[in-house]
């Protein structure tokens, strides 16, 4: 008798923080976002204490942007639980939100006014090139060009991204 493993669904409302936790010092795309968190953080909280320390993450931020290639702006709308596995040339607007429990892989361009739902899975080389709507538990396949909306659980793959047919995932089966 084999037993069936279920993988837990991953939310696309509730952010998952463990995701970005940093296990040890050199995790360079979770220092990165850490160093964006504790920004905005500091930015809200105000006052000299939080000046002084927007400006250690601000230098914080510049040297995780070094070390990942990335152009990720300390004030980007980006929701808990992201992933960046391989941060590099990773392009994101700062007037682009990104819904909690995304995970985006290397090279991936997202520009101006981009809205990404929750729990979306954005493959190597993607551009999202237009001011589009991606769903919540979308995929979007490694070098896609994304220039229409893609809706909740759907796969666009391609050049331009073609929608192809809804399928579950195991884990939401």
């Known amino acids: ?16 923080w463990s995701r970005e936790k940093s296990s040890k010092w050199w995790e360079p ?38 070390v990942t290639a990335t152009d990720i702006p300390l ?13 590099n040339g990773i392009v994101i607007h700062p007037s682009a939100s990104i819904g909690p429990n995304c995970l985006v892989l290397q090279q991936v361009t997202i520009v101006a006014d981009v809205k990404i739902g929750g729990h979306v899975d954005i493959g190597a080389g993607a551009k999202i090139i237009r001011s589009v709507t991606i769903g919540d538990h979308a995929l979007i396949g490694a070098n896609a060009v994304v220039i229409c909306d893609v809706p909740p659980g759907a796969t666009a793959v391609g050049i331009p991204a073609k929608i192809i047919e809804k399928t579950p995932r195991k884990s939401e089966q």
């Open 1 to 16: 008798m084999v037993e069936s493993i279920s993988k837990p669904i991953i939310s696309a409302t509730e952010a998952d």
């Open 29 to 66: 795309s979770r220092q990165l976002l850490k160093s964006i968190r504790n920004y905005q953080k500091w930015q809200k909280q105000g006052g000299i204490a939080g000046y002084i320390l927007c400006r250690w993450n601000v230098i914080q931020h510049r040297f995780w942007s070094v």
């Open 75 to 87: 004030n980007c709308q980006i929701q808990g639980g992201l992933l960046l596995p391989h941060p």
